[in-house]
């Protein structure tokens, strides 16, 4: 089999923890980045160094063309994962990697080292095949699944070095592991934390119950007048910056093979819900939203303990379309949150450091019908129109900080339980993407640097 020579380092990759968001697992990040950094000079990539920031580190390399003033293409994934929990749902240990039924599972198979790796590979191969038709610009992270805080600032400090004519993101994905997809955007991301206050300490709920406000109820009070029954957001100002969709944009989603059928049976829900006058692909890929991703407070334990909670608190996300600037909505948040702030109580919101802007690259830019083109030839399939529903936090400050567009060239499948138990990543998608790229960097080489 073609990975067959690559499956043992795939799983090495794979059993390093870089989860960016722990604390515990720093030294584990700065192992992966260190792992990285000698299989791209394995490869004969020139220039490879491990970058510091301010937090995480960043991979850089360089494999230059085989003439002079040739285009430069800056490939971008991202090597730190997700948390592993809730590890009781994983059916073999999240970084003990596993192939089962040409499937490698492990947390950061699919999400994103099944895109890192592979890209390697492939400059790798071209390079033994005789050179590269464009120079080639590694650029691999590990704060992606953090939002990203401190690769904008180094891309600012080193224009020079990530300079280039393109960015490629192997992070990413297509449509479904049989019908490929051309991605022209994905949505920003931005978020607050609330917090409400009621007494100084937890009370007993038949001296306190009725004379002082409960700040859990407060806290449900005050969600429910962000959102109404159909999905539509409250908050005031909310939609005035969006974008609305064109009519080419509304037809190209309508083409989308989605079976709303088989959605709901992978979401595990009875019915599917969301803001009315839109379609589901629509509601997914070009129109923002509003979602409490975390609430807590009280007694949590077996049983219950009869009290008013001191304190509750809750996460909020939302995702975001051009023309929506995260500060924008942070603070129109900010000004709901103490507009609705219930009687008897204190509310306080923070926003969380790495929000992201959104980002599209036009219809008509000419590297769209290079990456039709190839996508068709690797799937034998026309590519649909897509954009990412998720967020590449990057995507957008590569456009604002180096003046360059991104395309998304990564093949791993929606099923892949990406940021959930049992991830996994088919290894025909791994040589799929050794395949494919040399293919894109040569037909890129002929329309970049025009």
């Not at 697992?25 to 490869?43: N, T, V, Y």
């Not at 220039?47 to 510091?52: L, R, S, T, W, Y």
Request: charged share 25%.
């Amino acid at each position: 089999m073609p990975h067959a020579p690559y499956i043992e380092e795939f799983l090495e990759f794979l059993s390093i923890p870089s989860v960016s968001a722990s604390p515990e697992h720093k030294l584990d990040i700065e192992r992966a980045a260190q792992w990285l950094k000698a299989r791209m000079e394995r490869a004969g990539i020139q220039d490879a160094e491990v970058i510091p920031t301010a937090g995480h580190p960043v991979v850089y390399g360089l494999a230059a063309a085989a003439e002079s003033g040739a285009p430069t293409v800056l490939i971008y994934g991202h090597y730190d994962t997700q948390p592993e929990d809730p590890l009781d749902e994983w059916v073999t240990e999240p970084f003990k990697p596993e192939v089962r039924d040409g499937k490698v599972f492990a947390r950061g198979a699919a999400d994103n080292k099944g895109g890192v790796l592979p890209a390697i590979v492939a400059i790798e191969k071209a390079l033994a095949r005789g050179g590269l038709p464009v120079n080639v610009k590694f650029l691999f992270e590990g704060e992606e699944e953090i939002g990203s805080p401190n690769l904008k600032p180094l891309l600012a400090a080193k224009k020079d070095l990530f300079k280039c004519d393109l960015v490629v993101s192997v992070d990413g994905g297509m449509y479904s592991r049989e019908v490929p997809s051309l991605t022209t955007g994905s949505r920003g991301l931005c978020g607050i934390q609330i917090d409400v206050y009621g007494p100084k300490q937890d009370l007993h709920s038949g001296s306190a119950g009725g004379a002082v406000n409960n700040p859990l109820i407060a806290l449900a009070q005050l969600i429910a007048t962000m959102k109404d029954g159909e999905g539509k957001v409250l908050v005031e100002g909310f939609y005035d910056d969006v974008a609305a969709l064109t009519q080419s944009e509304r037809e190209a989603f309508a083409k989308t093979p989605f079976d709303e059928r088989e959605y709901m049976e992978r979401a595990g829900v009875k019915e599917l819900f969301g803001e009315p006058g839109f379609s589901v692909t629509e509601r997914l890929w070009a129109r923002p939203t509003l979602d409490v991703v975390g609430i807590w407070g009280g007694f949590q334990g077996e049983g219950v303990k009869t009290i008013i909670p001191a304190r509750a608190s809750c996460k909020i996300t939302c995702r975001l379309v051009p023309h929506q600037e995260p500060d924008k909505v942070v603070a129109l948040l900010k000004e709901h949150v103490e507009r609705h702030a219930p009687r008897g109580v204190r509310v306080s919101v923070t926003a969380f450091p790495g929000n992201s802007r959104p980002y599209v690259i036009p219809f008509d830019h000419p590297v769209m019908p290079v990456m039709s083109k190839v996508l068709k030839d690797l799937y034998g399939k026309e590519p649909v129109i897509v954009r990412m529903g998720g967020t590449l936090p990057i995507a957008r400050a590569f456009l604002d900080i180096l003046g360059t567009y991104l395309v998304f060239f990564a093949t791993s499948s929606p099923d892949e339980n990406v940021h959930g138990p049992n991830e996994f990543y088919r290894l025909e998608e791994f040589d799929r993407l050794v395949e494919g790229l040399p293919v894109l960097l040569k037909e890129l080489s002929g329309v970049l640097g025009r």
